[in-house]
């Protein structure tokens, strides 16, 4: 028996070693989240891609589960045939009933399934993605350095939103007790994306860092056909109607402030995809719009919620584009080959019917509910992207960016627009590999790095060459580095400087820069050049900046390395 126990632990060594040997690692968690009637397997593909490109070799990762009781005497809200108030232990998947109902809920007046005070967390459960068996308690703790995670939610289609929120929050926990990291990316599929936000609302603690969320497809503004009881999404489809209290509580346009320091991206697919002759984006009237399950203006979510970016993949004939979206403006980003997967075929072909006008507005209407057309509608478009390359390779680019150049930018929101600008030979850093994002930027260093987003150093320089220092401004002085560069904004109208009390024109090219300056000067030398006078001047500039997606900051903030960069790859489209 002690020979078999040692055989075991050899055994364990051995499935672990792709580990030891090819082990450098990020230091954050990166976690997936499945969403309505589904499991970590949607993550196949997709988690074991992220894995290798942080360094594991074998893509390998965890996938977790959680062990959980329902407890006795709890009430819950049930949509199953009636809405009923009854024993959390009676709701209908878990006491295996089927029920079918094609007519409304009471979704505006009940939250239904359980909540995260009708059951406890009895033990979290690990194992190797390749593996069938779960491990026990000692050989989770020898995982220390696994960095991906693949969650199932207990009773899935059952969970409120706040109970799914509660179950991530123990696994989270779980996950930083084994690893010693507290800093996490959440990406969430579909309802998984909505439980990482209920998650962040109503169960974050401050010893954990949520560095980036992801939501792919995910129903922010409620999903196709919910609110109607139906056998494969049961009471957590009911929560998903655009109107019900469940979304509304998740909503609440006060929550947005808890997402000040994480890096949103919220990503779509759509078959249909309208632009006006302006190449705004049209909101489709259709609710089958979208990839079948969630209408695209439900995944790119909420207004009130300051996106960092808005990402929408659609097929046009043969090949499609991805966009980025940012207050309704799109611009095109670069060209994809994405399979057009139709939900609405789909459902004409299983029901026999070709001419469904849905207003999801008025949700009393009865439809026939198959489980084919169900299983059809949560299983093409819906979660196939999540098995499409691109779909893979854009989430691999968000979650690890292609540089390491600098020994100080991994903590920063503004990472990602770090190593684009620098990728394109905008910024460079210290000379001890240092980038100090945080590090407040004066007029002379923004706007030598503004001309070089835009204009060569030859340029620049020639046109320095051919004046005298003082052509524009009084305070330039021989010899200074940024001489050309403040002749050459002012010469092209870019900046205006400052008149004092001599009426002499100054640069003051040490004074920091805030918001209001940076919005003139990079709107007039990225985007097009306006003018604006009076004592709201600045707010024109801004507004061109919101529009490509650029956050509000306040005009008198001053402007820091990495909002910098963030600001110029927003106004560049990069």
């Known amino acids: 028996m002690e020979r078999f126990r040692g055989f075991k632990g050899f055994l364990f060594l051995i499935l672990f070693l792709p580990l030891v040997v090819f082990g450098k690692f990020e230091d954050i968690n990166i976690i997936f989240i499945h969403g309505l009637n589904s499991s970590s397997e949607t993550w196949k593909e997709m988690a074991s891609e992220v894995s290798k490109r942080i360094g594991m070799n074998n893509g390998s990762y965890i996938e977790i589960a959680l062990d959980v009781s329902i407890l006795d005497g709890n009430k819950c809200w049930d949509a199953n045939a ?6 959390c232990k009676n709701l209908s998947d878990i006491n295996d009933k089927n029920p079918q109902r094609a007519t409304r809920s009471s979704a505006k007046e009940h939250i239904f399934g359980l909540g995260y ?13 390749y593996l069938p068996t779960y491990l026990n308690e000692k050989q989770k703790y020898s995982l220390e350095n696994y960095r991906v995670f693949a969650i199932n939610f207990s009773h899935n289609t059952q969970l409120t939103y706040s109970a799914q929120g509660f179950q991530l929050k123990k696994i989270m926990d779980d996950i930083h007790n084994v690893t010693r990291v507290g800093k996490f990316i959440l990406i969430g599929h579909s309802m998984g994306g909505l439980a990482a936000r209920s998650y962040i609302q109503d169960h ?31 009471n957590g489809g009911v929560n998903l109607a655009d109107d019900s209290v469940a979304l509304e509580y998740l909503n609440d346009d006060f929550v947005k402030d808890k997402y000040n320091n994480i890096h949103t991206t919220f990503i779509g697919y759509s078959d249909n995809f309208l632009l006006d002759e302006e190449g705004d984006y049209i909101y489709p009237h259709s609710n089958f719009d979208g990839d ?5 203006h439900s995944q790119m979510g909420l207004d009130s919620l300051e996106v960092f970016e808005r990402i929408v993949f659609y097929p046009e004939e043969d090949s499609s584009y991805s966009y980025i979206l940012s207050n309704n403006k799109l611009e095109y980003d670069y060209y994809q080959d994405l399979e057009d997967k139709r939900v609405m075929a789909n459902y004409q072909k299983e029901s026999d019917q070709t001419n469904i006008d849905y207003d999801y507005k ?9 489980k084919d057309y169900f299983t059809n509608l949560v299983n093409n478009a819906h979660t196939n992207i999540l098995r499409d390359e691109h779909f893979i390779k854009l989430i691999k680019k968000l979650v690890k960016p292609t540089c390491n150049y600098f020994s ?9 627009y770090i190593c684009k600008v620098y990728d394109r030979k905008i910024v460079k850093g210290y000379n001890d ?19 070089l987003a835009e204009y060569s150093q030859e340029e620049i320089d020639t046109y320095g060459k051919s004046i005298s220092k003082n052509k524009y401004f009084s305070d330039l002085k021989e010899g200074g580095w940024y001489n050309n560069y403040a002749n050459f904004a002012k010469r092209y109208g870019f900046i205006d400087g400052y008149t004092d009390s001599n009426s002499n024109v100054t640069f003051g090219g040490e004074k920091l820069i805030d918001f209001a300056e940076a919005s003139k000067i990079i709107v007039n030398c990225l985007i097009r050049k306006i003018e604006s006078a009076g ?24 402007i820091t390395r990495a909002e910098m960069a963030y600001i110029i790859s927003k106004a560049k489209g990069f």
């Open 362 to 370: 008025n949700v009393d209407i009865n439809i026939p509910i198959e």
């Open 117 to 129: 005070k009708d059951f406890t967390v009895n033990s979290i459960l690990w194992k190797f993605n």
């Open 82 to 87: 009636k809405d009923e108030y009854i024993d």
């Open 292 to 296: 079948g399950s969630v209408p695209i």
């Open 433 to 451: 590999e240092t980038y100090k994002p945080n590090k407040e930027i004066n007029r002379a260093e923004f706007i030598k790095i503004v001309l």
């Open 535 to 558: 004592e709201d001047w600045y707010k024109p500039y801004i507004a061109i900046l919101v529009q490509k997606g650029v956050k509000n900051f306040d005009p008198s903030k001053k």
């Open 408 to 416: 100080d930018i991994s903590d920063s929101v503004y990472e990602d």
């Open 204 to 234: 974050h603690t401050s010893e954990k860092t949520i560095k980036k969320l992801i939501t792919i497809d995910s129903p922010h503004l409620g999903g196709t056909m919910a609110g109607t009881y139906n056998p494969i999404t049961q």
